[in-house]
Structure formats: C-alpha cells, structure tokens
C-alpha cells in the first residue's frame, strides 16, 4: 500500500547499510521505493529521531528500491545524523521540490563537496547520447568523494571527470570555477548543471550566462517545513523548497539575495562574507 | 449593480476579504508582494517579538492526512529590529503586523519601533499553543490581555487586531478583555493543541513534541468560534483556520467573519487560492443577488 | 510468551482494549451483546439521566467529509428508570454504565438505582459539549466535579471513570478534581463544540445549531490529551477521539492509555473495527516482541 | 461533481413542483441523480431547514435524474414538511439502508398508506415476466392513492391492484391481510414485499411464513442518523437503518420486539396497544 502513503508524513524507513565516503561524509542507505524513484535535484526532509530533521538531496543507490543519503557532519543535527548505526531509524517525507532538465548533447556538472549529491542522481538520468563532464571540487584530497560511482554511472557515456582541491593534494590544484572557465572557452556545452557552496555556484553561473550557456543550480536555504508554508527558505520572492530547489542561472543572476545573503533559523538576512 | 468583494473589518478597509495568515510564508517583502499581486486582500507577517527567535527543532510541520498538520515552528522569527528593516521597503502592500510578547511593555517597545512604517493594522498573538510565557498562555490571562490592548491603544493610532484561540480558558473572556481594552477587530481562530506519536519509533515526531492543529480538520470548530464571537460581541471578525474553498469562505462570512485569513490550504493549492475563494465569492454573490460583502456577514444567526 | 491483550484500567480489568464509546449504538441490551461477541473488550452505554429526554430536533448528525462528523443528539436517553429495565437483562456483557447530570444528587439517586447489577463500571460524562447545565457545564467546575465524584465514591463499590473534554477551563483542573473526588480511571476525550452552515439555505445544518465534532478530525488533539494527563498525573486512562484503525490505538496506548473507546468510525468499518483493531495490536506487539498492553502504557513520555 | 458528493452530508435541492395524492399526502418532486437511482427500500434523511431532520422512503418520479418524498402530515415535522412550497429548499443525505430482493414469477405487494412508497420505487424495477400483485390498503375512499401510479408502472405487466378500504367507501371493505390470507389460499407466490403499519406487516409475514413464502417487510423505526451510529432505530440486536430497513419475514417472527414494540426518542420501550 506505499502507494497511498502520505508524502508529508514523516515515514520510518531502518538504515541498512553504510558507506564511508571520506573522514567527514558517509551515505546511508535504506530501502524505500519511492524515493528511490525521486528526480535529480529532490530533497526529503529527514527526521533524526529526538534530534532534528533536515533536508537532504536524495542520493542515488545501485540497489533498486533503495535510496540514500550522503551527510557532511557539521552541526549537531549532522552530526547525529551521520552517528546514526545500521538498524536504527530515520524518517523521510518527499520527495519534494522540481528537479533539474536534463538537455541532450555536452553537458557539464560542477559540484562542490555534498552538492555532488543531486548531480551523482542526475547521472543516473544521462541517456548514453550524453557527452558528460563533470567537476569535483574538495579542498583536500581525503574530501574528494563519489569518483568511483561516477565512473560507474558514466560507464555508457563519453565523460571526463575532473578533479579540483584547494591544496593541490589531488587532481588539479584551485577551484572548480578554474576548470569551468577553461571548458566554457573550448567547449560547446548544451547544458551545465550545479550544485555546491553557494558562491561557487554564483561565479559558475556568471561564468556560463556570461557565454550565453543554458545553466541550472539546486540552491539551498533552510528549510523548516520543506512545503511551502514556513517561510524560512524564502529568497526574495522565491519559496525555494517550493519554487526549486532548482533555478535557471540567468534567473539567478536577477536575483538581489542569491550570492550575496541568506537567512538564518531565524529569518535575519545574514551577508555572505566572503567575496565572490 | 455588480457584486464587489471591499470589505470593512471595523477601521480596515480591504479590496477583498482573503487575507494570508500569520506565520504562513511570512518574512519577506518580496513574498508578501507575491502574495498580494496573486490577490490577496492583505497579508499578516509571522509573528514578530522583541528579540530574535530560531525557533524550536525539527520537524517542525508535517501532515496528519485529509488536509490536516501539525506545526510546532516555534515562533521563529527576525525579533523587531531586523524586522523593521524589512518593512522600511513597504510602499505598496497591506501589511498587517503580527506581534508576540508576554506582557505590555514587549508590546510597547516593538510599536514603538515600528513607528511611521506603512503598516494597516497589528494582529495581537494571544493564541500560539505551544510556547511558553506567549500566545495562549497571554490569551489565558484576560487581564493581562485587557492590559495589552489598553497599553497599545494608548500609544498607536494604528487598528488593533486581537488573535485569539482555545486555551484553558473561556475563549470568549479574552475576547471581552481585548474588546473592552479598545481592540478594533477579532482573529479567530490560531491552530488547536495537539500530538502525532510515531508507533514505529514510538516518539512524539514534533520536535516540540507538542504542537498546533491547522488545516481542514479545524474548519468546523472555528466556524463556531466565529458564531460564538458573534453572536455574543458587536466587534468585526477576521475567520480562520481550515479555509480551502470558497464555500468555506462563504461559511465563515455567514458565521460572522468580515475577512478570512488563509493558511495551511497554501500547500495544496498554492498562491492561487486566493483568486480561486474571491472569484467563487462573485459567483455566489451573483447568484444570491447580493451585492456587497457586509450584507453576507453574520446571516446565519438570523435563523 | 504470546502477546496477550488483557488490560487493567486501575480496577477495572477487560479482556482486550478496544471499548464501544458512549453514545454509539448505545441502549439495547441486544445491541449491546452483538458489539462484545464482535470483539470489544467492553460497551459504555449512551449516557443515562435522572429522566428520559427525547434530545434535540433534527438533523442529529451528519458527516463533515475526511471521516469528521457533527452531532447534537441532545443526550436522548429513556432515563434511569426505564434504563435500569434493560439493564436487569445483563448477565455476561462488560457494560459501563454512562451517567450525565446537574450535581452530585442526580448522581446519586441513578446510582442508587442501578444498585446490585451487573456493572463494569461507571462513566461519569462531564464532557459533553452541546447540552446545557450538563456535561461540559459541569466539567468546567472543577470544584462541582469533586463533589460528584467524592458523592458517587461514598456510596458504591463500582469503579468510577470521569470522562473530560476540552471546554472552557483548564480541563486537567477537571481532571485533578476528578482524582481528588476518588475516580479510579479518566476517559479523554469527548467531542468538541463545533458548527457548519449550509452555504445555499444560509442556516446552521444541525438542529441545535452547534454539536460536538468527532472521528478522525480530532484525533490528534485527543492523544495530546491522554499525553497531557498521563505526563501529569498517575491515574489510569482511556483513549477517545479519531481511532479509526489498529494504528490509532497504538497511538493512544503509547500516549498514555491503557484502552480505547472506539466511536464514530463504526460507521465506516462497521462491527469488525473491534477485532481489526485487536488483530493489529497483536501483530505489532509480536513484532516489537511486547507482550502485554501495560508495556505499552506511555512509552512515548521515556522520549 | 456530483459523484465527489459526500453521501452522508444534507445536500440541498430544490422542491420543483407537488402533487396532491390526497386531502393529507402530498408528493414533492426535486432533481437529483443519485437519489433517482436508488433501489427500492432505500431512504433518504430530509431535512426540513429549521424544523427537524426525517427518514423518508425515497419515491420514484416519472421524470429522469429526479427524485419524490411522499409525505403525509402527522406531527410538526412532517406538516412542515407537508406545507413547503415549490422552490423551497430541502436537504437529503443517503441513499441508505438495504433494498428488497426482487423474485421472479409470481410477486404480491402489500401495501398501507405511506408505505407504499418503496413499493412504487420496487414496481420500478419489476421485469416484464414478473406478474405483480398489489393491494392497497387505506382507512377510505380519498386516503387511497398511487392506484394511477401503479397502473402505468405495471403497464408492461400481468398485473392486478387490489384496493381495501376499512369503512368499504372503495375497493374491498376490510383490512389488507384479508386479501392477503385469500390470495395465499389461491396463489402460489414466489415473493412478498410489504411496507406500511407494523402491525399489518407482521400479521401480514405471519401468514406468509405459515405457507411457507418468502416475504421481505421494510420496518421503521424512530431515526435520528440513518448511519448506524446513534442507536436510536434498534430493534433487539439490529440496526434498522444499518441492518434494514428490509428483513425477511421469518427472521422477524423470531424477533421479540418486531410487531410487538418500539422505542420512542428517547429509546424507552413502548408496547404496540392494539392487538395484533
Ligand atoms: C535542499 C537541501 C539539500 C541538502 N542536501 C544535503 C546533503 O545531501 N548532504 C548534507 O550533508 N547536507 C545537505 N544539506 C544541508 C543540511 O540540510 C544541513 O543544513 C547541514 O547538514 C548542516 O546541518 P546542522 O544542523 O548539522 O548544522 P548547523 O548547526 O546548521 O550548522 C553547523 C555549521 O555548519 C555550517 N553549515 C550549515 N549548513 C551548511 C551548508 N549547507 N553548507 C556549508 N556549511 C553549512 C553552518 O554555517 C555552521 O557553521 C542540504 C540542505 C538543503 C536546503
Ligand atoms: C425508513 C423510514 C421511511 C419513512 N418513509 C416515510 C414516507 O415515505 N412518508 C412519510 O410520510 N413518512 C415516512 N416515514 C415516517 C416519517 O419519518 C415520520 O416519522 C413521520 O412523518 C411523522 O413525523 P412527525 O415528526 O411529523 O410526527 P411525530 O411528531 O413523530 O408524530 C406525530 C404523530 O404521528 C404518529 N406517527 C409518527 N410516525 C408515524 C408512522 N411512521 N406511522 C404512523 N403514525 C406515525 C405519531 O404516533 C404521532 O401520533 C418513514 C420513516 C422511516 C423510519
Ligand atoms: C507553520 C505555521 C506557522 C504559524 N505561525 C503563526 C504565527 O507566527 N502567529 C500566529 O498568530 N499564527 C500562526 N499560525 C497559525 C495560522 O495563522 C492560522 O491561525 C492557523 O494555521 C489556522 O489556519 P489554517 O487552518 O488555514 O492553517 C501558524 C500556522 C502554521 C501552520
Ligand atoms: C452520535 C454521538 C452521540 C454521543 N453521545 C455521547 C453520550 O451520550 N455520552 C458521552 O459521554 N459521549 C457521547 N459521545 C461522544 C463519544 O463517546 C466520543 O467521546 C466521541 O465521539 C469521540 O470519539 P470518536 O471520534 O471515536 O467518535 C457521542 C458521540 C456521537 C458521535
Ligand atoms: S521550507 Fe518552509 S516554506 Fe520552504
Ligand atoms: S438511526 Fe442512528 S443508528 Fe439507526
């Protein structure tokens, strides 16, 4: 009957397996039809018993009817997350939000640590047409994560995948923007998708709009209720978990708060502080 | 003559009578024009206290099912002084100013902030279930609310909107206590106490464990309270809680309601329902031969 | 070990926690018998008064959609005397007597009435919403509640369970009153005051104008209730309010309750919601390897 | 939308036009698709605005997609129902109850006052094979109606109408059941349908059943739901308006309460005072 689950209820789902990803980032997989049927660039919102719940972009799993999810421990209600042991349980209500359009022909991904969860979803979506080029942005090369998977997921396509860390410690050293400007110079691409550190995603998107190139960004903001009722994620006039998470760059671009401010838990308007 | 959906709740003046809730989508400017140009009479802002608030944990809202939700947001908001900020770039929209506090002087001390900003009415929160020392546990106080009102009245030329709820009082004192305090119109109602508990985790899921009802399934216990109010009380009143139609718009009019305030049905039906209620209120108008909101309001009680 | 559904409610033991709420179907002796040999653990009778009283006029109750409903049947009931004849019949039927009236007399002198029969228990209503100087009037003053249940204690042997509802005080005062007075059990929760017009006649549909919403609308306000109560004191309680499935039962048991009253949902699933609902629990206490009701009690307060 | 309609709700309706069917009966007709297709037995909760809410046998109206209560004024409630207009507002909730299971062959129908009503909805759905029976039974002369009806509704049948009258002012002098007791005598029936005074269905089911031929009996009961919940209809362990309102006859006979008592509104018991 999970067809007439409701979609807005938290659902208990008991994590099955895990995978650790680097030193910080671990997957967890669970067992859940219908996220598993989720569209690159959805979000659920995650319940950590007696913790917190979360929006998380749903990872992809190789196992079918499973799903899973890919966490960075920062703050307590992550951290806990990635504590969690195989058994226990989590709830997860979504999918939620649009999803990203896949354009046929070169096109390149640009993701930056977690952000490279939708976009690994996405790759599942390719059609073997797909010239694909994806960018993988860490700081360190113990944080580079998902290259393996994305071999794997790119078995059927021509690809390249590319390698960034700040320190140089692997692949190439700088930032994914470097690459992305290079490959906007040599390269016809059809569509660039991106998901990453807010400002990373601000200066590809100048970048791609700058040449003319279709581009989209999964945006983050919290989100407290995750369907369009809170608030907490507005952005301008946007709801993102409602209007995206999922926007077109040169939107994007219009937009007075997106690279510039955020708000927090409270609704302040909080500036990015560093330059973009 | 062609039916027309103004609308006078006491001194406030509308365009038409659908007005977005408190706490529903209500922090930023470029929303609220989102909202009104999708045609909304008015928009009422989250509610605003002295200092800024993150809120209670997660989840924070999810479904019950049959169009019903539990939220337990917490009264998260910006506090007064980041807030007023943001309403400096009102020029155009009517905004109503929800507020929260737990006595006079945290009201005093916000209006006094908000001072010459475009703004057609506060709305006086004395009806959040689930936080503690605000909301219902004010409304619960009829002095206190008395008190309040008074202080406000005393310090503002701007219409004063009181929020109530059921509590663990006589809602219906709170509202004799803000209407002898000078408030010039009645919200009712705010969402209903209440818990879901996961019986796989066996937890309570909100993250405040306890929470407010909103949606379809309060519909018919705020359609009361709107009757109850009145019938009892010659104040105009704003209906709310569970309005996702426009007969259920009409209901709360005949109950009494001069304006509806909108809320949860937004997740279902998004900012078009507010066009979707005013252009089925026509309708209805036109078929009735009615012309005017006003001759709708409280019709029911004639019988 | 197998899962076992026997339950205590203080003194009073029954084989399963599934009860018929007062009310529903509630004044044949044979009606009665067919709902235990369908599977209840125990029947409430429709509350009995000192006199018969034919209720309100039409219509009683209707559906609200979403497996809501509105009621003002008005307390009908054939009064004590005639209702002690029925009663005489009992020989082997778990039947709760419900009892509604002013004060601590009319109490009394039923109860003195009912002497030497067959009588699980007594239900006392102070709960209902929609009839004058009765019910909630009563509920609502905490002090009359003690005396009634001081009164009922002094003079029988039979156990005594108060049923609350949210009105117009703090119902957990109510509910003090009622543990003070020696009640051995509380039912949570009754029906609550809500009304709908009928938008094309411009008329309250029910009779009475205002009744008591029941089914699933108020589930969710009905396990805080029993979360409330079983948080805050330590008496033995039953769940009322929405249970529609074995899922809602659980619900409730983990909220605090130690059974569960089942009403309107009966006109969905009929009969068979009693052994439903006990066909579930068994499997879920299976499942989590529980294996009788009283572990359950409350689990979800450790969290 | 009209199938979205929530059946247990009073839907409002409009009285489109009355026919007089005798000094105190009075028919009103109003559209309304579902109540059009109910089956014979079935009745409707009409709610009369600001008076009462009644059970009423739903009738048949020779017009499509409309519907017809049958009213004769007794008490308050059904006087004002009685005395409402054209253009006057009902509400109606149902269809509820069960119907009769219509035999082939040989059928009688026994029939008093408004009890016709089902039996002119279950004329409805005779087969052109049916040989139908119908006695109509009345106090006198200008209390008898349906005759009419029944003829057109019988036009495609072998049929016979019987009427009675108790002063003998039209038809046969006397009570129903005598013809009843006759026919019995010289026809072999392969089923009987009655509805009217429970005293003259239950001696009418006493001399079926004595001969052995199946009878159905639709009995009233005081209804303040009509949807199993308040009680008020029980009769012994049934539920009129849930487990009926049709019964076969000699399930009835072994039924203490049926033919012998009923209860008020307020439930209490009340002995029939008439002999049977
Ligand atoms: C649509 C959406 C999808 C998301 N998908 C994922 C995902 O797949 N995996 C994942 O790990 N997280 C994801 N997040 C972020 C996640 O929801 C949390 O915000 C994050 O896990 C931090 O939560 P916390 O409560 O532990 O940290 P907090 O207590 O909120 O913060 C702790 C510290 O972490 C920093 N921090 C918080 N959020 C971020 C962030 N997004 N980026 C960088 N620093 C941050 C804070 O500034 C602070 O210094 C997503 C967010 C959204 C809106
Ligand atoms: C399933 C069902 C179908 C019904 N169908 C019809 C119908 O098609 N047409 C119709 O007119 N009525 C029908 N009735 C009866 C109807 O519901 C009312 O009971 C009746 O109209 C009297 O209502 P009242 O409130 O006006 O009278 P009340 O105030 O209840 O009674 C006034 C007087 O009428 C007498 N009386 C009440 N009910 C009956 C009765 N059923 N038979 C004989 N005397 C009675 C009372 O004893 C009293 O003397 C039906 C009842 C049921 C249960
Ligand atoms: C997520 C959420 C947040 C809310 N926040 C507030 C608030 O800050 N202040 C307030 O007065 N009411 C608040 N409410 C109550 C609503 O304004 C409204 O009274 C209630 O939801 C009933 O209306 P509805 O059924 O249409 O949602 C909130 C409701 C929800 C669902
Ligand atoms: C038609 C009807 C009649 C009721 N009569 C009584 C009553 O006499 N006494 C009482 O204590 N509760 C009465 N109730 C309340 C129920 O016992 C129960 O508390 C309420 O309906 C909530 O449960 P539910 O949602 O499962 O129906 C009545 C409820 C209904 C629907
Ligand atoms: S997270 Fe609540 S509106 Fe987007
Ligand atoms: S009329 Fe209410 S149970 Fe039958």
Same mark, same amino acid.
């Given at each position: 009957?999970?067809?007439?689950?409701?979609?807005?209820?938290?659902?208990?789902?008991?994590?099955?397996?895990?995978?650790?990803?680097?030193?910080?980032?671990?997957?967890?997989?669970?067992?859940?039809?219908?996220?598993?049927?989720?569209?690159?660039?959805?979000?659920?919102?995650?319940?950590?018993?007696?913790?917190?719940?979360?929006?998380?972009?749903?990872?992809?799993?190789?196992?079918?009817?499973?799903?899973?999810?890919?966490?960075?421990?920062?703050?307590?209600?992550?951290?806990?997350?990635?504590?969690?042991?195989?058994?226990?349980?989590?709830?997860?209500?979504?999918?939620?939000?649009?999803?990203?359009?896949?354009?046929?022909?070169?096109?390149?991904?640009?993701?930056?640590?977690?952000?490279?969860?939708?976009?690994?979803?996405?790759?599942?979506?390719?059609?073997?047409?797909?010239?694909?080029?994806?960018?993988?942005?860490?700081?360190?090369?113990?944080?580079?994560?998902?290259?393996?998977?994305?071999?794997?997921?790119?078995?059927?396509?021509?690809?390249?995948?590319?390698?960034?860390?700040?320190?140089?410690?692997?692949?190439?050293?700088?930032?994914?923007?470097?690459?992305?400007?290079?490959?906007?110079?040599?390269?016809?691409?059809?569509?660039?998708?991106?998901?990453?550190?807010?400002?990373?995603?601000?200066?590809?998107?100048?970048?791609?709009?700058?040449?003319?190139?279709?581009?989209?960004?999964?945006?983050?903001?919290?989100?407290?209720?995750?369907?369009?009722?809170?608030?907490?994620?507005?952005?301008?006039?946007?709801?993102?978990?409602?209007?995206?998470?999922?926007?077109?760059?040169?939107?994007?671009?219009?937009?007075?708060?997106?690279?510039?401010?955020?708000?927090?838990?409270?609704?302040?308007?909080?500036?990015?502080?560093?330059?973009? | 003559?062609?039916?027309?959906?103004?609308? =006078?709740?006491?001194?406030?003046?509308?365009?038409?009578?659908?007005?977005?809730?408190?706490?529903?989508?209500?922090?930023?400017?470029?929303?609220?024009?989102?909202?009104?140009?999708?045609?909304?009479?008015?928009?009422?802002?989250?509610?605003?206290?002295?200092?800024?608030?993150?809120?209670?944990?997660?989840?924070?809202?999810?479904?019950?099912?049959?169009?019903?939700?539990?939220?337990?947001?917490?009264?998260?908001?910006?506090?007064?002084?980041?807030?007023?900020?943001?309403?400096?770039?009102?020029?155009?929209?009517?905004?109503?100013?929800?507020?929260?506090?737990?006595?006079?002087?945290?009201?005093?001390?916000?209006?006094?902030?908000?001072?010459?900003?475009?703004?057609?009415?506060?709305?006086? %929160?004395?009806?959040?279930?689930?936080?503690?020392?605000?909301?219902?546990?004010?409304?619960?106080?009829?002095?206190?609310?008395?008190?309040?009102?008074?202080?406000?009245?005393?310090?503002?030329?701007?219409?004063?909107?009181?929020?109530?709820?059921?509590?663990?009082?006589?809602?219906?004192?709170?509202?004799?206590?803000?209407?002898?305090?000078?408030?010039?119109?009645?919200?009712?109602?705010?969402?209903? =106490?209440?818990?879901?508990?996961?019986?796989?985790?066996?937890?309570?899921?909100?993250? %405040?464990?306890?929470?407010?009802?909103?949606?379809?399934?309060?519909?018919?216990?705020?359609?009361?309270?709107?009757?109850?109010?009145?019938?009892?009380?010659?104040?105009?009143?704003?209906?709310?809680?569970?309005?996702?139609?426009?007969?259920?718009?009409?209901?709360?009019?005949?109950?009494?309601?001069?304006?509806?305030?909108?809320?949860?049905?937004?997740?279902?039906?998004?900012?078009?329902?507010?066009?979707?209620?005013?252009?089925?209120?026509?309708?209805?108008?036109?078929?009735?031969?009615?012309?005017?909101?006003?001759?709708?309001?409280?019709?029911?009680? =004639?019988?």
């Amino acid at each position: 009957m999970e067809f007439l689950r409701d979609f807005n209820k938290p659902h208990t789902c008991k994590i099955e397996y895990i995978i650790n990803e680097t030193p910080t980032v671990r997957t967890f997989v669970f067992s859940d039809t219908i996220m598993s049927k989720s569209l690159p660039g959805q979000f659920a919102m995650v319940w950590i018993p007696g913790i917190n719940e979360l929006p998380m972009s749903i990872m992809v799993s190789n196992e079918k009817n499973k799903a899973a999810f890919t966490v960075r421990k920062r703050g307590i209600n992550s951290t806990a997350l990635y504590n969690l042991k195989p058994g226990q349980n989590i709830g997860v209500r979504g999918p939620y939000g649009n999803n990203f359009n896949i354009k046929n022909g070169n096109i390149l991904l640009v993701g930056g640590g977690t952000g490279l969860v939708p976009l690994m979803r996405l790759l599942k979506f390719v059609t073997p047409s797909n010239n694909v080029k994806l960018i993988i942005g860490a700081s360190t090369q113990n944080e580079v994560f998902f290259e393996n998977l994305a071999k794997i997921l790119l078995k059927n396509n021509v690809h390249d995948i590319i390698i960034t860390t700040i320190d140089g410690s692997y692949g190439r050293k700088g930032l994914v923007t470097d690459v992305v400007s290079e490959l906007l110079n040599t390269t016809k691409f059809n569509g660039i998708y991106t998901c990453g550190p807010e400002l990373m995603m601000f200066h590809t998107i100048k970048l791609a709009v700058s040449k003319k190139v279709f581009i989209q960004a999964s945006v983050e903001r919290i989100m407290k209720c995750g369907i369009g009722i809170c608030g907490s994620c507005s952005m301008n006039e946007n709801l993102i978990c409602k209007d995206g998470t999922v926007f077109n760059g040169n939107y994007l671009l219009e937009n007075n708060e997106f690279g510039f401010s955020y708000r927090d838990k409270s609704g302040s308007i909080i500036k990015y502080t560093s330059k973009v | 003559m062609t039916p027309n959906l103004f609308t =006078r709740i006491g001194p406030i003046s509308i365009n038409n009578p659908t007005i977005l809730a408190s706490g529903i989508l209500g922090i930023s400017i470029n929303v609220f024009n989102r909202i009104y140009e999708s045609g909304a009479g008015a928009v009422v802002t989250k509610s605003i206290s002295v200092l800024p608030s993150d809120g209670y944990d997660g989840p924070n809202m999810f479904s019950i099912g049959d169009q019903g939700w539990l939220n337990a947001i917490g009264l998260s908001n910006p506090g007064v002084d980041n807030f007023s900020k943001i309403l400096k770039q009102n020029k155009k929209i009517p905004i109503v100013v929800s507020l929260v506090g737990s006595n006079e002087h945290d009201f005093v001390n916000m209006i006094q902030k908000l001072r010459n900003m475009q703004i057609l009415a506060y709305e006086i %929160n004395l009806s959040c279930p689930h936080v503690e020392k605000v909301g219902l546990d004010v409304g619960d106080d009829p002095d206190l609310v008395y008190r309040i009102i008074k202080n406000i009245d005393s310090i503002t030329e701007v219409p004063i909107i009181a929020k109530v709820g059921l509590g663990s009082t006589n809602y219906l004192d709170t509202v004799r206590a803000a209407c002898d305090g000078g408030a010039d119109a009645i919200t009712a109602i705010n969402t209903l =106490r209440a818990m879901s508990i996961d019986i796989e985790t066996m937890r309570p899921i909100l993250g %405040n464990k306890i929470g407010g009802l909103s949606g379809k399934p309060i519909k018919t216990i705020a359609v009361r309270c709107v009757y109850e109010i009145s019938s009892k009380y010659d104040i105009p009143i704003i209906g709310c809680g569970g309005i996702s139609s426009w007969q259920d718009a009409i209901e709360f009019i005949l109950a009494g309601a001069s304006a509806v305030q909108i809320g949860s049905i937004i997740n279902y039906k998004w900012l078009k329902i507010f066009s979707d209620i005013n252009d089925g209120i026509i309708k209805y108008m036109s078929k009735k031969k009615i012309y005017s909101i006003g001759e709708m309001v409280g019709i029911s009680k =004639r019988f």
